[in-house]
Nanobody
Framework: QVRLVESGGGLVQAGGSLRLSCAAS????????MGWFRQAPGKEREFVAR????????DYIASVKGRFTISRDNAKNTVYLQTNSLKPEDTAVYYC?????????????????WGQGTQVTGSS
């Protein structure tokens, strides 16, 4: 079992920044690729970013490329999502997730464990 706890969400004006953190416990952190998803009211949960076990390989949804950065500190069992130039359309609950998969990682059903989510609101 892996427990994931997100933090760092909040309300920011458009153009602002937030750094989301996700602390993992319970199993060896480097056994898992990690991802961030988000879900806005009335919408399906969507992929935002993913990072490989080593941290060398990352990928993003097109709408956040150049604005968001995913990273991980394996010594601290933590994955981060730096969100810059936030837009109102980025408003959602952001979830981190852990996966045993080695490929894909764009779909929620490819992840084994989920955090409880943290609210990010970009105001116009």
């Amino acid at each position: 079992q892996v427990r994931l706890v997100e933090s760092g969400g909040g309300l920011v004006q458009a153009g602002g920044s937030l750094r989301l953190s996700c602390a993992a416990s319970g199993r060896t952190f480097t056994n898992y690729a990690m991802g961030w998803f988000r879900q806005a009211p009335g919408k399906e949960r969507e992929f935002v970013a993913r990072i490989s076990r080593s941290g060398r390989d990352t990928d993003y949804i097109a709408s956040v490329k150049g604005r968001f950065t995913i990273s991980r500190d394996n010594a601290k069992n933590t994955v981060y999502l730096q969100t810059n130039s936030l837009k109102p359309e980025d408003t959602a609950v952001y979830y981190c997730a852990a996966s045993t998969y080695y490929a894909g990682l764009y779909l929620p059903n490819q992840y084994d464990y989920w955090g409880q989510g943290t609210q990010v609101t970009g105001s116009s």
